[in-house]
């Protein structure tokens, strides 16, 4: 018993390990506003909803964006390097927290916490936005690829608009 | 300095009525939009005047019990529904000492109970007890003639039109149908149009701007191609659709409202060369978020209604929302974005609702930079040397397909000067 149990945690910790750096190049990725990059992380069907945690707890599934499918992502990041108008900005989004809850066949359940951190031009830095990550995570070639990303943020009154994916 | 006289700006300290407002109207003065005074005259002249004011949806108080935190202005109010289904505003603020005493964004009460002494209000914002009112062992307690009746929560009164609940401090408002008036009541009834609704969930933003500029923005139908490359790049919009933009008689309410043609709109060559970045061959990855399945009664496929003061509702394609502004001083507002669809959508239309709502919303690609151009104008008007802004496209009486125009925003300010008797 002690063993398997041992074994179950080291596996778990193991697959923690990977998606902590795993999430630690996403931040990287999106903190220097590659968008294209950032579409990399997810296999072909995935899905990826913002959402605020008001909306999520009341059950109601209005999403502030709401991707199915890497197609939408991809259409978003073209949107946001092509179209969209918008201040300049540094952007600093911190991963931590990570936690592998449970590995179900190929797909590992798991959860982090995160905080985006914008700085405008002549403004202090402030906090954009906090939340949390609920993931499903899956191996590819090798690879792990985001199957299911939601985001939960308890930042529910956003300071004007959220212009990068978290 | 050469070209204005913005040098020679009024710091008189003036208030009210000595303000003099420009008197070509497609100059617009500075000082409505950041000027505290002006502000405290809004709230008396506008908000608590006479007007109704948009508070919410009655899918979001769809049972007996239920209740939500809104605002008529920027006074805080709750919104229930009693045990009867009649719907009620009332101050959210204890008539004792003050307290704020509903917290959560909805929910579900039999009553109110203020946390601070426990007085208790009723749906209808009645009070109903006061914890000792007659003190302990005869000592103490509430004076013998203090008359609960007296002390309820003030109330607002309730009108609703197509699931669509507003308020109003005056005693005798017309009905919402005089209010809006015939041009802009009929598309108000083309989208609230009796179906019942389905709240999908509510986006919430501070906008470090003036309310009024958000309402001019969504009078403005000269930036929607100009700002917002997403739809002509999209084929969502483009300056040769279909379009009118009709307003109310009094000027203070308006509509933009749009027809997509099926397929991709032809812009001309001269057209895309005013367009910054227009591109020619752009599709979605994804085209479902634009897909349409046509659900109102009417010719528009786009209808942007502003009902004066602080309602914005939105009918896009398939994406149905309000906006509720919350002025919080003149600098700055809070948005309330209530979207929905219809009770008897199923579960393909919902998603497809939630696709689509990708494009508004505080990181929408329209909604992003609204949001952006309304905060940099606040800066622009609260920083700068006092100027007069200019409203100088289109003419008064050009014919309301006109879209390369500013009409509309002219004509609120022509209702705003005179309510506010500036
Ligand atoms: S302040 Fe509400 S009961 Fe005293
Ligand atoms: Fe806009």
Known sequence: ?166 | MDGDNRLIAKVDGHTGTDRGWPADETRIPDWIYTDQDVYEREIEKIFLGRHWNYVGLECEVPEPGNYIRSYVGPYPVVVTRNMDGELHVFENRCAHRGVEFCREYRGSANSFICPYHNWTYDLKGDLTAIPFRRGIKGKGGAPRDFDMAEFGLRRFHVATRGGVIFATACDDMESIEDYLGPEICAEFDATFDGTEFRLLGVHRNILPSNWKLYQENLKDPYHATLLHTYLTTFGLFVSSNESNIPTDKLGRHGGLLSRRSNGRPDVPEEDQASMQAFKKTMELNDPRVLAFFPEADSKWSGAVLTIFPTLTALRQTNILNTRLLVPRGPNEFMMLWTVFGRADDDEEMTRHRLRQNNIFGPAGFLGIEDNEALKFLQDGVRKAMPREGLAVLGEDNEPTETIITERAIRGMYRYYRDVMEF
């Open chain 1, 1 to 166: 018993m002690a063993t398997m149990l041992d074994s179950k945690s080291a596996v778990l910790r193991d697959a923690r390990l990977g998606i902590e750096e795993f999430n630690y190049a996403y931040a990287e990725t999106l903190d220097a506003m590659d968008v294209d990059g950032w579409v990399e992380y997810f296999t072909e069907d995935a899905f990826y909803h913002v959402i605020a945690r008001d909306n999520a707890e009341s059950g109601l599934p209005l999403g502030l964006i709401y991707c199915e499918g890497k197609a939408m992502m991809r259409d978003r990041a073209y949107a946001l390097l092509n179209t969209e108008m918008f201040a300049p900005r540094y952007l600093h989004l911190s991963i931590t927290n990570t936690r592998a809850l449970a590995i179900d066949g190929d797909e590992i359940r798991a959860s982090a916490n995160y905080t985006l951190i914008e700085t405008l031009v002549e403004e202090t830095s402030r906090i954009q936005q906090v939340g949390k990550y609920r993931d499903v995570f899956v191996r590819e070639g090798g690879r792990l690829l985001l199957k299911e990303r939601i985001c939960i943020y308890d930042s529910v009154m956003i300071d004007n608009c959220l212009v990068f994916p978290v």
